[in-house]
């Protein structure tokens, strides 16, 4: 753990490239982009270049997820969108919840748009609207509910929307469903770390101990009281812990982690702790909502 600090995420494959230039050559066929992303990391889970790539194109912004993200949030981020002059709906693909209002929604920013479409001969036509966002931020569950049936192709690793393909909702909207994509740098390490801790860069792309020591000391700075109440640890023995001045900060942590180890049966011969296992424990309880409805991004 002394190269914590030289912890890097970086990922970028290659076919992402080829992705983008798609992206930007499909858009001519579009009217509105509904863009994905995750409640729990609104900023995050957002490609700084979309707003380059959709210029005066017509949005709605998705905060999938919703359920696994903090209510009062979930309605600041609303808001915060909306000053901005970008409609945004909460959705929670697995349940289907926000689906129609999402649906209202696309008839509406269309509706508001329809004069331009009218101009230029669209008059009947279908509204067509394009699906973006970074990978494992629920595109394909997005579609197969609004759809209701599994037309776009999930995949079992962030980064598998197979093929494009148009997708018919009702008798006004078709969808087109594109990849994932994330940009080729992360130029602030912290929304890496994000997007590790939320699945959306794959796990065997990075050192597990690492992501899940990263998780773990931001659940005991921010969250004491559900670390506590997770893995049924006595709340002063962590304060103990984290105040004994004799051990380096990653030591504290990594004496915590063993501790959640213990509780979980993550022993290994000799007796010591599995810590690759306890990581994955930590980031599959977060992931799941299993340690409570935790956003990390505030508006």
């Given at each position: 753990?002394?190269?914590?600090?030289?912890?890097?995420?970086?990922?970028?494959?290659?076919?992402?490239?080829?992705?983008?230039?798609?992206?930007?050559?499909?858009?001519?066929?579009?009217?509105?982009?509904?863009?994905?992303?995750?409640?729990?990391?609104?900023?995050?889970?957002?490609?700084?270049?979309?707003?380059?790539?959709?210029?005066?194109?017509?949005?709605?912004?998705?905060?999938?997820?919703?359920?696994?993200?903090?209510?009062?949030?979930?309605?600041?981020?609303?808001?915060?969108?909306?000053?901005?002059?970008?409609?945004?709906?909460?959705?929670?693909?697995?349940?289907?919840?926000?689906?129609?209002?999402?649906?209202?929604?696309?008839?509406?920013?269309?509706?508001?748009?329809?004069?331009?479409?009218?101009n230029k001969g669209r008059i009947g036509k279908s509204i067509r609207v394009m699906i973006l966002g970074i990978?494992?931020?629920?595109?394909?569950?997005?579609?197969?509910?609004?759809?209701?049936?599994?037309?776009?192709?999930?995949?079992?690793?962030p980064g598998v929307t197979r093929k494009k393909q148009w997708v018919r909702i009702n008798e006004r909207i078709e969808l087109l469903d594109t990849p994932g994509v994330l940009w080729p740098k992360f130029e602030n390490q912290e929304v890496g770390l994000k997007l590790a801790y939320t699945g959306t860069i794959k796990d065997d792309v990075l050192e597990t101990i690492e992501i899940g020591y990263e998780l773990l000391k931001m659940f005991i700075n921010e969250y004491p009281m559900l670390l506590s109440e997770r893995y049924k640890l006595d709340i002063e023995n962590i304060h103990n812990i984290m105040e004994n001045t004799e051990l380096e900060e990653n030591e504290r942590i990594l004496e915590i982690m063993d501790l959640i180890g213990k509780k979980r049966g993550a022993i290994i011969s000799g007796g010591r702790i599995d810590r690759e296992k306890v990581a994955r424990i930590l980031l599959e309880d977060y992931r799941s909502g299993k340690m409570g409805r935790i956003t990390l991004e505030l508006a």
């Open positions: 753990m002394d190269n914590r600090q030289n912890l890097t995420i970086n990922w970028y494959p290659g076919h992402m490239a080829k992705t983008k230039r798609e992206i930007l050559e499909d858009l001519k066929l579009v009217d509105v982009v509904v863009e994905i992303l995750d409640a729990r990391i609104p900023v995050s889970s957002q490609n700084p270049d979309i707003g380059q790539f959709i210029k005066e194109k017509k949005r709605l912004i998705v905060l999938n997820k919703s359920d696994l993200a903090d209510e009062s949030q979930n309605q600041k981020w609303v808001r915060k969108f909306e000053k901005m002059q970008i409609p945004a709906v909460l959705v929670d693909s697995n349940s289907g919840k926000g689906i129609s209002e999402a649906i209202k929604k696309i008839e509406q920013i269309y509706e508001e748009g329809k004069e331009k479409f009218t990978p494992n931020v629920g595109k394909s569950s997005f579609i197969n509910r609004i759809i209701k049936k599994n037309v776009a192709e999930v995949g079992n690793r």
